[in-house]
């Protein structure tokens, strides 16, 4: 089981990213996808995640409106879209799977994380 995180880049504020999560030698059809962040010095924090069935959960109030989560089965593939990017935004982006959604990170498959760097 193999996922990673990739799309990350150095944006200015005001700006759009996509993250995506792409998952190699098993089909993410019958996960959930979380997507994490770890700014430096803090813990990491659970922003949303993607049901098996397509359901979003949004966990961050500070990317509610703003960061938008999907999946393609057919590309095997899950989808952050993050808008009106802000400085504070600047983290490591992780995807998770698991069976289930949790805003904690203790999903049992991690990928790599991917730098986002907004300036300001």
């Known amino acids: 089981v193999q996922l990673q995180a990739y799309g990350g880049g150095l944006v200015q504020a005001g700006g759009s990213l996509r993250l995506s999560c792409a998952a190699s030698?098993?089909?993410?059809?019958?996960?959930?996808i979380g997507w994490f962040r770890q700014a430096p010095g803090k813990e990491r924090e659970g922003l949303s995640c993607i049901t098996s069935n397509g359901g979003r959960l949004y966990f961050a109030d500070s990317v509610k409106g703003r960061f938008t989560i999907s999946r393609d089965n057919a590309k095997n593939t899950v989808y952050l879209q993050m808008t009106s990017l802000k400085p504070e935004d600047t983290a490591v982006y992780y995807c998770?799977?698991?069976?289930?959604?949790?805003?904690?990170?203790?999903?049992?498959?991690w990928g790599q994380g991917t730098l986002v760097t907004v300036s300001s």
């Open positions: 998770a799977a698991d069976s289930i959604c949790n805003y904690k990170p203790e999903y049992d498959h």
């Open positions: 030698g098993f089909t993410l059809d019958y996960y959930a």
